[in-house]
């Protein structure tokens, strides 16, 4: 319609005045409409006389209008973003828990004896937490029985380093200046600095490792326990299922902290009853978790503290039981040997020495340091007469004991290295009459220095002893079990030894 119609129009422009264009009008167009602040045109005439009070109160109900709208535009962002936060974080409730069915406890009665098949896992277990937690990391060999760790963690203490255990015997090999971060241990393990640690706080630990894997399965009348949830470890979907820690392994020699048996625990098991987690809560240790890395199985060697390898123990051959038959005869040409000497003989005695061993006078003489006595040194002997000492302070790093032998001040009355009695007897009765007596059987082939070796245990009624014999027929190492279940070794390199000259002992 035209402009006139609406009464859009204005009074044209006089000639001559600015925005007068010929042919064109303008539509007069109240701004009151358009300026949120602004009012009515006949409001404004009315005001225009007011006073200056009256403009001051205008301003400021525009400036409340405006304050008025900001707030509740803020308010509106506000509230759109806490709804989109809502609806990212909600998740629908799951299930509540229950009792579990009898598929379920199938599942965890037989969860043991598929880990006894699987033979191996990856470990990650985590003792405790923030600055008191301890990380350990490695493998279990639940068909060897063997657990081999790198401990670490802000609450590791003197235990950081790297850890072997079997269900009756752990050794480790301290490593203080180790970082707090835990890495995988070389799958081969270093040969030398292990020894019985004198903390046993991880023998509850180690109890529940394993007892997680047994040939047969639970009594088929257990266990009792809940449906608690589901879950995905490493992309598998699981089910977590409560229920009481399987019946405890033997405890670790000399451990008297309780196992945890009958303990509440969790465990994450996949539809095959293969386990991927498990949390407790051991008593003396606290809150555990266990996660498994079933992809990751590698073969473990036990280290010489735990009597190494097993090996595939048989008969010795025809040329084995003529290099044995000739042992005698061998060393008693070589006339003796020096010797190096490791036995981790239990919790508070470690012992490390050095020597020589003489086969013609059948006498041993060595300086032994107890590693957990402040470096406390003793000069042992033994001959035909049997075994004497003499306690001296620390050495400053002495080596060899001193030359010739002291002759008098020597004891016989009880002290800790008299665990080394045995060792040493069975190295000297190898050049007596026909050798070693017993039944003998080759354990295992092995190397020593890079030379190869037969090792022959001969059982005898004290206990398994064995023979390290190189390819010539000379002795290279003799090892025996000591009373705590570890190992001990005396290393042997034949050659010329200095002349042991009997001493006058003082028994």
Do not use: C
Not at 130 to 153: E, F, K, P
């Amino acid at each position: 319609m035209p402009p006139a119609v609406l009464g859009l129009t204005g009074p044209d422009p006089a000639p001559g005045e600015p925005g007068r264009r010929p042919g064109i009008r303008r539509a007069g167009v109240s701004l009151g409409g358009l300026d949120l602040a602004g009012g009515d045109p006949a409001e404004d005439e009315d005001l225009a006389g007011a006073t200056e009070e009256a403009g001051t109160a205008r301003r400021g109900t525009s400036r409340r209008r405006r304050i008025t709208l900001t707030a509740l535009g803020l308010t509106a962002v506000l509230s759109a973003v806490m709804l989109v936060a809502t609806l990212v974080n909600w998740a629908p409730d799951g299930p509540a828990p229950r009792e579990m069915t009898a598929a379920e406890r199938e599942r965890v009665a037989g969860m043991r004896v598929i880990n006894y098949r699987d033979l191996r896992a990856g470990l990650h277990v985590t003792v405790g937490g923030g600055t008191a937690r301890t990380d350990l990391v490695g493998w279990v060999d639940w068909a060897r029985q063997l657990v081999y760790l790198d401990v670490g963690g802000p609450g590791a203490g003197p235990l950081r380093g790297l850890a072997q255990a079997t269900p009756t015997v752990l050794v480790v090999r301290p490593d203080p200046a180790a970082v707090p971060t835990p890495a995988t241990p070389p799958l081969v393990p270093p040969s030398d600095g292990w020894r019985l640690p004198a903390d046993r706080g991880l023998d509850p630990l180690l109890g529940l490792i394993f007892a997680l894997a047994s040939d047969r399965p639970e009594p088929a009348d257990g266990p009792m326990g809940r449906w608690v949830g589901r879950d995905r470890v490493n992309g598998e979907a699981v089910d977590i299922l409560e229920g009481p820690l399987p019946s405890a392994a033997p405890a670790t020699t000399g451990s008297t902290a309780p196992t945890g048996e009958g303990q509440a625990a969790r465990y994450w098991l996949d539809p095959t009853g293969r386990l991927h987690r498990l949390t407790a809560n051991l008593p003396g240790v606290g809150p555990v978790t266990v996660q498994l890395n079933r992809a990751d199985r590698p073969t473990l060697r036990p280290v010489d503290a735990l009597g190494g390898r097993p090996g595939l123990p048989r008969a010795l051959s025809a040329t084995e039981r003529d290099r044995w038959r000739r042992l005698p005869e061998r060393l008693r040409s070589a006339g003796g040997a020096a010797v190096t000497l490791t036995a981790p003989v239990s919790a508070g005695t470690n012992l490390r020495g050095t020597g020589w061993l003489s086969w013609t006078s059948g006498t041993a003489y060595l300086g032994v340091t107890d590693l957990d006595a402040d470096g406390a040194r003793t000069l042992v002997r033994r001959d035909r007469t049997g075994f004497t000492r003499i306690e001296k302070t620390p050495a400053g790093g002495e080596d060899l004991p001193p030359m010739p032998p002291p002759k008098t001040g020597w004891r016989a009355d009880p002290h800790p290295t008299d665990a080394l009695d045995p060792l040493l007897d069975a190295a000297l009765r190898t050049v007596r009459g026909t050798g070693p007596q017993g039944s003998i059987r080759r354990v295992r082939g092995d190397s020593l220095a890079g030379t190869p070796i037969d090792i022959v245990e001969v059982d005898t009624a004290r206990g398994p002893t064995r023979y390290w014999v190189d390819r010539s027929g000379l002795l290279r190492r003799v090892e025996l079990p000591t009373r705590a279940g570890a190992w001990a070794q005396l290393d042997l390199t034949p050659g010329p030894v200095p002349r042991l000259t009997p001493t006058d002992a003082t028994r």
